[in-house]
């Protein structure tokens, strides 16, 4: 398995608290993703890093920021979470991407997050 | 575990036989296209790639199919063990970003 690991696993927040969520790479990957996993949506685009400092929207970022201020540690952000942000979040790295098509994406195991 | 779908379509196979998984995709300038697994409370895991100056390529016990007239994509799994019982999704490359599909549910009668 490519080294990622996320945290927390699991959390139960409630509406308006804001949250991070952890990725971490051990494969010195230069592109990272964040995808949420809807039942319906199949995985859909966040947010992503092309390097240190430089992040770009995804398909569904509005709610959501990110920073990336070390390669392997990419940080999801939820401002003041809502109940439609309730799903299973996945980070992806990539060691190329960007202007080269050929970007096959590893991905961590998942984080659960529920906001009541 | 995490579900990654309540409405997916689903392939039931029988154990030992072979499975074949399809995947139509949806934009022509797509070069380059995978298969994912993903088993019930864990990410979706690499299986294959290929792309669009090849229609096949093999890997162990699987094949990947792509007929890019009809824009459709297939995964072959030969043999199919209870192992291999998950959510399978093609995802495509456009341009610098996948796209994902929605998936297929494979269930593996023993």
């Known amino acids: 398995d490519a080294g990622i690991t996320q945290s927390p696993r699991h959390k139960v927040t409630e509406t308006g608290t804001p949250v991070t969520l952890r990725c971490h790479q051990t494969?010195?990957?230069?592109?990272m993703y964040w995808y949420r996993q809807d039942p319906g949506h199949g995985l859909r685009l966040i947010h992503y890093?092309?390097?240190?400092?430089?992040?770009d929207k995804g398909e569904v970022s509005d709610g959501y920021s990110v920073s990336r201020s070390k390669t392997e540690d990419f940080l999801l952000t939820l401002e003041s979470a809502t109940s439609s942000q309730t799903s299973v979040y996945f980070c992806?790295?990539?060691?190329?991407?960007?202007?080269?098509?050929?970007?096959?994406?590893?991905f961590g195991p998942g984080t659960r997050l529920t906001v009541l | 575990g995490e579900s990654v779908g309540l409405h997916l379509p689903t392939l039931s196979v029988q154990e030992g036989d072979n499975s074949i998984i399809n995947c139509a995709y949806s934009?022509?300038?797509?070069?380059?296209f995978i298969w994912y697994k993903q088993e019930s409370g864990k990410g979706p895991q690499f299986i294959i790639d290929?792309?669009?100056?090849?229609d096949k390529r093999q890997g162990q016990r699987v094949t990947v199919l792509l007929n890019k007239t009809v824009k459709h994509l297939s995964l072959q799994i030969a043999a199919t063990q209870p192992g291999d019982s998950a959510v399978y999704f093609c995802?495509?490359?456009?341009?610098?970003?996948?796209?994902f599909g929605g998936g297929t549910r494979l269930m593996v009668k023993p």
């Open positions: 290929i792309r669009s100056n090849m």
């Open positions: 494969e010195n990957h230069r592109y």
């Open positions: 890093s092309y390097g240190v400092k430089d992040t």
């Open positions: 934009n022509s300038a797509s070069d380059y």
């Open positions: 995802a495509e490359n456009p341009g610098n970003m996948l796209t």
């Open positions: 992806a790295i990539s060691g190329s991407g960007g202007s080269s098509s050929y970007n096959e994406q590893f």
